[in-house]
Structures are given as structure tokens and as C-alpha cells.
């Protein structure tokens, strides 16, 4: 019973499937398989966005860090929450790619508008001393997983158009976003103002495939340099794109997000019930954080439940507060929720914990 990340996940069989029937015969490399091309398509008329420039990359870090880089001189910030991915996983990766620096909004999760605009004011006071004022990255769904409403998006994107600032979004779970919010993924990105969006497909069910998508193609070419030079242009495509077209196709990617946001709601419910388990954030997609005393997660442990946490635990007394991250994938079914509740309701009775 692991609920770790959802990138410990496995693969669903039409992505396998798509993977096989893309193996037969020969296909031009380098991203110019008929394959990307039905990708290219197919994510123009997803997005309603005929002109975007599509891209695929296999990992998560590139797809951000290629795109802030090609958003961004090295002399820039880019503005981010203090907990975003580009900050605290990715290994300065961004840095690296753009040159720039991050500055961190605020001390929360989501970014919050005021202090948006307080941060961007502040910068490019010393001059040429200074770093100048460069992207917004916005992460959809957040690390701590909350939602912005389109709304919150809208705002963040009107003060960055009021510096003239790109903005960038991180969707390494933009699927779970999108059926959270119910919006269309035009909606919940160039509509809303958003420039650049890292299209998330591993955590969601794919094998290693995110897209990066740029709505104004202006910058496609620097991009397509970009990726080169950091050798994450991959010769046989084919595969790249396979995996991304049968995300697409009938949907499947609304579908596997469906299924884990469902999953994940029946899961937050039971953990209601249970009144020593406390939520951190009210969860709006398939990310749950919550706080329980040590005795609930080392009785859970011992039974199987396996996630991450975010404190302490060893030699801790068994009253002393355990943060958890609780992720729900794609694969989960309904009956696996309820062996987790189980699980759960078990080890929160304290009596029997000896
Ligand atoms: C997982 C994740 C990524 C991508 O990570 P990789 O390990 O590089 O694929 C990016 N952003 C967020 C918010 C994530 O959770």
C-alpha cells in the first residue's frame, strides 16, 4: 500500500500498448515522427490555442527549467513560491539552464497577489546592481496541493502583464487540476494569462514524458536550441510522442486524473471521520497533507501504509505530531482507499496499540 508519490505509479496499458504499435517500422527522429505531429494537433485543439509551439522532454526539471530559461535573461528573477519544485527539487537546475535567480514570494504555498506585486516593486531598485525582474512560475496544482481558481490565476497574471512579465506555469499535475477546477485547459492557462505551461504526463500515467507548451511560438526556436544544447532533444522521438498521444487521445488523461481525484475524494472523507488526523491544507486534487500524532504512523507503517513525512519521527514520543503526504495515483481504486481507511482507523485506536 504505497501512497509515496505518484510517480511511484505504473504505467496504464494503452500508454504500453501505444509504446508497442509505435515500435513497428521506421520513423524519422529528432521530434519530426507522424506521431508528433498528431501530438502537436492534438494539444493545439486541446488547448484551443492553434499556434502553440508543442515540445516533449522527459523529465519534469527540464520541462521547467528549458522553459524559464528561454523565458528569461541571465540578469533576471523569476518570482516563485518559496516551497515551488524549481526551488526546493530541482537541484538549481532552473538556475543553471537560465542563469537567473529565484526570488521566493511570500511564506506560503500558493502565491498571493500582494505580496506578488511587493516583491516584483522591490526589485530593480539598485540599478545596474540589481537583479531585473524576469518570469512568475505558478505551480498547478501546488506542492501542498491546493488549486488556484482561475480567478487567483487571473490576478497573479494581471500584475505580472503590469511589469510586462512572463508567466509560466508548472503542471506536473495540471490533469488533477483541471478536472479539480472542471474548467477547459484553455481556461486554466493562456485565457487566465499564462505564457508557458509544463505539461505534466509522468505523474499522471506516463512512462517519462512532460510537454512544454509556449501559446505565443515567438520564442519556439530558442527553445528547440535550448533543448538541444541540453541534451534533452531525443533522436528516437517516436516513443516520446507515443506515450504523449495516447494520453490524449479519448481523453485518457482527464480520465486517470478523474479516476485518482475520486479516489483521493473518498479518501479525504474517511479521514474526517477520524478526528486525530488533521488536515494541514483543505486538499482540492490528489495531494493530502495532514498531521497526526506519531502513534497513528508508526501503527499504520507496521501495517503496511507507506508515504512520506515531513517530520521527526525517530525516538519522538508517541503524542509528538507527524506530517504526511499522502498521494493518490491514477491506479488506485476504490477498494484500495478503503484498506488505507481501514488501515487507518486501526491505528488511530490508541488501545490497541501496544
Ligand atoms: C514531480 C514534479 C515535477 C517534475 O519532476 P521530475 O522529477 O523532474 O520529473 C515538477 N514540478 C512539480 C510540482 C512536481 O511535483
Not at 515540445?55 to 528573477?77: D, F, I, K, M, R
Not at 493562456?190 to 520564442?219: H, R, Y
Not at 474526517?272 to 483543505?282: A, D, Q, R, S
Not at 507527524?322 to 487507518?344: C, N, Q, T, Y
Request: with cysteine.
Amino acid at each position: 500500500m504505497i501512497f509515496s508519490s505518484d510517480n511511484y505509479s505504473p504505467v496504464p496499458q494503452q500508454v504500453l500498448d501505444a509504446l508497442v504499435e509505435a515500435n513497428k517500422g521506421y520513423q524519422p527522429s529528432y521530434g519530426e515522427d507522424s506521431q508528433m505531429t498528431k501530438v502537436r494537433h492534438l494539444i493545439q485543439k486541446v488547448f484551443e490555442a492553434p499556434q502553440a509551439a508543442v515540445y516533449l522532454v522527459a523529465t519534469g526539471t527540464a520541462a521547467n527549467s528549458l522553459a524559464l530559461s528561454t523565458l528569461c535573461e541571465p540578469w533576471q528573477t523569476i518570482f516563485c513560491s518559496p516551497v515551488s519544485h524549481i526551488h526546493e527539487d530541482e537541484c538549481n537546475a532552473p538556475e543553471f539552464f537560465s542563469g537567473a535567480k529565484l526570488t521566493l514570494v511570500g511564506n506560503g504555498d500558493k502565491i498571493n497577489p500582494k505580496e506578488l506585486k511587493k516583491s516584483i516593486q522591490a526589485e530593480e531598485s539598485r540599478g545596474v546592481h540589481g537583479p531585473q525582474r524576469g518570469p512568475v512560475s505558478i505551480t498547478q496544482i501546488t506542492e501542498k496541493g491546493q488549486v488556484y481558481t482561475l480567478n487567483e490565476i487571473n490576478e497573479l497574471t494581471q500584475i505580472a502583464k503590469e511589469f510586462k512579465l512572463p508567466v509560466h506555469m508548472d503542471g506536473a499535475r495540471f490533469a488533477n487540476a483541471l478536472v479539480s477546477l472542471g474548467c477547459t485547459a484553455a481556461e486554466m492557462t493562456w485565457k487566465a494569462g499564462v505564457d508557458v505551461v509544463s505539461f505534466g504526463g509522468t505523474k499522471n500515467g506516463l512512462m517519462g514524458v512532460e510537454g512544454v507548451i509556449f501559446f505565443d511560438p515567438q520564442k519556439a526556436w530558442e527553445f528547440e536550441l535550448r533543448r538541444k544544447r541540453a541534451a534533452h532533444l531525443f533522436s528516437k522521438h517516436r516513443y516520446l510522442s507515443a506515450q504523449m498521444l495516447a494520453y490524449l487521445e479519448n481523453d485518457l488523461w482527464i480520465e486517470l486524473a478523474g479516476r485518482a481525484n475520486k479516489a483521493a475524494s473518498r479518501l479525504i472523507a474517511g479521514l474526517k471521520e477520524i478526528k486525530e488526523v488533521e488536515f494541514l491544507v483543505e486538499p482540492k486534487a490528489n495531494l493530502i497533507f495532514v498531521k497526526m500524532p506519531a502513534y497513528i504512523h508508526r501503527k499504520a507503517f507496521s501495517m503496511g501504509l507507506e508515504y512520506y513525512t515531513w517530520s521527526e519521527i525517530d525516538g519522538v514520543s508517541d503524542d509528538t505530531p507527524v506530517v504526511a503526504r499522502f498521494v493518490v495515483d491514477w491506479s488506485r481504486s476504490l477498494g484500495d482507499i478503503d484498506k488505507f481507511l481501514e488501515i487507518m482507523r486501526n491505528a488511530a485506536e490508541k488501545e490497541s496499540y501496544i
